[in-house]
């Protein structure tokens, strides 16, 4: 592992009181680079390695305090579609590195674990089988040079549980989980399956998760109301949250997010004070709104 050593546990940094700031979209720019409908993004770390980590560096680049890793659904039943299963850990390490070396020895990798599409309600598996698929993920990820893991946009609070005692069980890195929210028809905010900002958090923070939080589903100004939810119910808690760039629309048959760089930056003090220490961007975010994104927190921090 790559200078693990030189750099402060992101949650010490974030005691400080300091606002770091993430990276944005994965997908959108892969498929910007050429990535075609159908295909397996996750392997891009093995066959278009300095692509992946080009991508990872452009966020450096403009700014980010930390980097994902292109594994959002690098785990064995997602890779399972695409008959990769033998190749989860080769993936993910390749996918860490890629990103370790963008980011050097100053800024973060937290790697990207995403859904695995199975349900525990259904009994499409169990919490064991769930368990065994992300600490396979996870222990590869760190072997690649993460400090964290991030397990994002999840929906139901039980798999990121799974994931969040699997990377805590099997690897020293820092755990951050993130939920997708949608607005209800009653004005509130629940995952896909049901599950309320508190609720889904307490399940997090229970598990042992050491950040925790809000990514996709939604842009700036909506998250700012998830924040202030969570917030209220757990001050001492570390939230994290990356918006996407407004809710898409489809124009000409493609898929288009609203919110430019600046119009993202306008909610970021207003984010800051509803309780977040990390922000950053997803799906329809680029450079360019990460760039902007930086500049509002430094504004904050310098009033």
Known sequence: ??????????????????????????????????LNAGDCPDEWSLTHYSTVRDIAASYIEAGADMVETNTFGANCFKLQHFGLADKVSEINEAAARASREAAGDDKYVIASVGPTGMMLILGDVTAEELY?????????????????VCIETMSDAEEAVAAIRAAKDNTGMEVIATFTFEKTMQGDYRTMMGYTPVDAIRAALDAGADIVGTNCGN????????????????????????????????????????????????????LILAGANIVGGCCGTTPDHIREIKKAIEKHENR
């Open 1 to 34: 592992m790559m200078g693990k050593a030189k750099r402060e546990k992101i949650t010490d940094v974030l005691k400080s009181g300091k606002i770091l700031t993430s990276d944005g979209a994965w997908g959108t720019f892969l498929y910007k680079k050429g």
């Open 132 to 148: 065994d698929c992300f600490s396979k993920q996870a222990v590869a990820l760190e072997k690649g040079g993460a400090d964290a």
């Open 219 to 270: 842009g700036m100004e909506r998250m700012i109301d998830i924040v202030k939810e969570i917030h209220a119910e757990f001050p001492n808690a570390f939230i994290l949250v990356q918006a996407n760039a407004g809710l898409p629309t489809l124009e000409d048959g493609v898929t288009v997010f609203p919110e430019t760089p600046e119009m993202m930056a306008s909610c970021v003090a207003d």
